[in-house]
Nanobody
Framework: QLQLVESGGGLVQPGGSLRLSCAGS????????IGWFRQAPGKEREGVLC????????????NFADSVKGRFTISRDNAKNTVYLQMNSLKPEDAAVYYC???????????????????WGQGTQVTVSS
């Protein structure tokens, strides 16, 4: 059974950077699409970035929300069974609980709908404030 654990959240000033990690255990993440989602108080959970199942190429298909374009990137380290979310130029509106999620065997471009992902981590808090 796949288990996901997020880490790396915390308090950062506007304009700062954070790198979140999503570590998988029990199963290799290679064959899973991994998505990062966030949920702010009183708002619906929204998709941020996702990366499709690894096909062993140098770049697996990724999808991203317009609000994070040019600021956030997603990457895999298959050796560590971990997916990262690098967040740069953070804004106060990026503050939320960030979740990673996994869905097996998604080789086409992944979608950013929470309902498309079956396995979820517990989340990590990101606060952007001066």
């Amino acid at each position: 059974q796949l288990q996901l654990v997020e880490s790396g959240g915390g308090l950062v000033q506007p304009g700062g950077s954070l790198r979140l990690s999503c570590a998988g255990s029990g199963v290799s993440l290679d064959n899973f699409a991994i998505g990062w989602f966030r949920q702010a108080p009183g708002k619906e959970r929204e998709g941020v970035l996702c990366i499709s199942s690894s096909v062993g190429s140098s770049s697996d298909p990724t999808n991203f929300a317009d609000s994070v374009k040019g600021r956030f990137t997603i990457s895999r380290d298959n050796a560590k069974n971990t997916v990262y979310l690098q967040m740069n130029s953070l804004k106060p509106e990026d503050a939320a609980v960030y979740y990673c999620a996994a869905e097996p065997l998604v080789f086409d471009l992944c979608d950013l709908k929470p309902s498309d992902f079956r396995f979820w981590g517990q989340g990590t808090q990101v606060t952007v404030s001066s």
